[in-house]
C-alpha cells in the first residue's frame, strides 16, 4: 500500500512541477512583454493560461483521488493538503500574468516615464525568483529556503512601495499623463500579488515539514 501511494505521489509532484514550469514561463513571458512593449508577445499568454487552467485541473484530481483511494496521514497527507493549495497558487499566478501582459498599455504612445519600466522589471525579476526557490523549498522539502522567500517579500514590498511612491509624485504634475502612470501602479500591483503567492507556496512547504502552521506570525 506504501509503495503504490509512494508512486502516486511521485506521479503527483512531476504533474505539479510541469505545471510550475509552465506558470514560471508564463510570468516570465509577461514582464518582458511590459518591460519590451513586445504587443505580440502579450497576446499569447492567454492562449498559454487556459493550457494552465487545464493543468490546475488534473492537478486537483489526482490530489483527491489520492486522498480518496490511500488515505495518506502525518507528512504525506500535509504534503497533499500543500499541493491542492499550491496548485490554486500556481492558477492565480497565470490569471496575475494575463493581467500583466495587458499592461503593454503603458507603453503605448510615447511612454514618458521608461523609469518606470525598469522599476517594473527589477519588481518582475525579485518575484520571479522569490516563485523559483519557494518551488525549490517544496521540491526538495527545504524550510531555510522557505524561510528565505518570507524574508524576501519584504524586499519586493518595498520596491513595489517606492515605485507607487514615485507614481504619486509624478502625477502631481502629470496631467494629460495621468493614465500611462497609473497603469504602471496596476501591473506593478500584479506582480507584487505574484510574490504573495511564492510566499503561500513557502508557507506550505513549512507546513508539509514541520506541520507549523505560519502565515499568520510567520513563525
Known amino acids: 500500500m506504501k509503495i503504490h501511494l509512494q508512486k502516486e505521489l511521485d506521479r503527483l509532484k512531476k504533474q505539479l512541477f510541469h505545471l510550475a514550469s509552465l506558470v514560471e514561463e508564463i510570468l516570465e513571458e ?8 513586445d504587443v505580440q508577445l502579450a497576446a ?36 497533499l493538503v500543500a499541493a491542492l493549495k499550491m496548485n490554486n497558487d500556481l492558477e492565480r499566478i ?3 500574468a494575463v493581467n500583466i ?9 510615447d511612454n514618458k516615464y521608461p523609469v518606470y519600466g525598469e522599476k517594473l522589471n527589477e519588481l518582475g525579476q525579485k518575484a520571479r525568483a522569490m516563485l523559483r526557490r519557494a518551488l ?3 521540491m526538495y522539502m527545504d524550510v531555510a529556503a522557505a524561510r528565505a522567500v518570507l524574508a524576501a ?4 514590498d518595498a520596491l513595489y512601495y517606492a515605485l507607487v ?6 502625477l502631481a504634475q502629470a496631467g494629460a499623463d495621468a493614465e500611462e502612470l497609473l497603469c504602471w501602479i496596476m501591473v ?27 502565515r499568520h506570525g510567520r513563525g
Not at 501582459?101 to 504612445?109: P, V
Not at 511612491?165 to 509624478?170: C, E, H, I, L, Y
Not at 506593478?188 to 505560519?214: C, F, L, M, P, S
Open 165 to 170: 511612491d514615485g507614481v504619486k509624485r509624478d
Open 101 to 109: 501582459a495587458g499592461g503593454r498599455s503603458c507603453l503605448e504612445g
Open 30 to 37: 509577461a514582464i518582458r512583454a511590459v518591460h519590451e512593449g
Open 44 to 79: 499569447g499568454i492567454k492562449a498559454k493560461d487556459r493550457e494552465i487552467d487545464r493543468l490546475e485541473v488534473e492537478v486537483e484530481e489526482e490530489c483527491l483521488k489520492v486522498l480518496a483511494l490511500h488515505q495518506p496521514v502525518a507528512t504525506d497527507l500535509r504534503f
Open 136 to 138: 525549490e523549498s517544496l
Open 94 to 96: 497565470g490569471d496575475l
Open 153 to 156: 517579500d519584504d524586499e519586493v
Open 188 to 214: 506593478a500591483k500584479h506582480v507584487e500579488r505574484v510574490a504573495d503567492q511564492a510566499t503561500n507556496i513557502a508557507e506550505d512547504t513549512i507546513y508539509t515539514v514541520e506541520g507549523a502552521i505560519v
